[in-house]
């Protein structure tokens, strides 16, 4: 289930889709950078981590993975060395101290039409508005909007943009679930 808090200048949200809820985040905090933690505990499989990765490392700015230390040189085979690691040690029944095995880094490698998803195609048409689009292409599919948007707007520009939307967002749950191609795949150009 998606929740989020405030805290301080930061949001932190549960459940993050990517891709449209192709992936989900475990953590997400939402400041300056965006960040992504993927928990795999001892009851977890590692089966789907290769293409966590991959997601994650198209949208997130850091990212880490918190895991167990029956798992430590498993998940550390399977990520980039930008990537962070941390292992939960049990602590008593309910307590869990944390080892940061290797700090993250700054991911230099985010997609921008990856960033782009993470708005709701409103917001995308908002933007794109403000920056003088044609009515016409606001009614556009989100994956029409997101391409004009990674045209027009630098990566940190289009990271400030996610960042102040995904911030000030009222409803978390979408009324409508996304479909299973809108917005997944860029728009194919027509000759």
Aim: proline share 4%; hydrophobic share 40%.
């Amino acid at each position: 289930m998606l929740t989020q808090r405030q805290l301080g200048d930061a949001l932190v949200i549960d459940e993050l889709g990517l891709r449209h809820g192709k992936c989900r985040a475990d953590i997400a905090v939402v400041n300056g950078h965006l960040s992504g933690y993927e928990i795999k505990s001892d009851d977890d499989s590692l089966c789907r981590l290769a293409d966590q990765v991959k997601v994650y490392s198209a949208v997130f700015d850091r990212a880490a993975v918190i895991t167990c230390a029956r798992y430590a040189k498993m998940v550390e085979s399977c990520l980039p060395k930008w990537w962070g690691i941390v292992i939960g040690h049990p602590c008593g029944d309910q307590n869990v101290t944390f080892e940061v095995v290797r700090r993250g880094a700054l991911n230099r490698h985010v997609d921008p039409f990856s960033l782009a998803q993470l708005l709701w195609s409103d917001e995308a048409a908002s933007i794109l508005a403000k920056l003088g689009e044609a009515p016409k292409t606001l009614r556009q599919r989100r994956a029409v909007l997101y391409e004009r948007l990674v045209e027009l707007v630098s990566l940190a520009e289009l990271r400030r943009l996610v960042t102040r939307h995904l911030k000030s967002r009222q409803n978390w749950r979408h009324r409508v679930p996304p479909s299973l191609n809108d917005g997944w795949f860029r728009p194919i150009a027509r000759s």
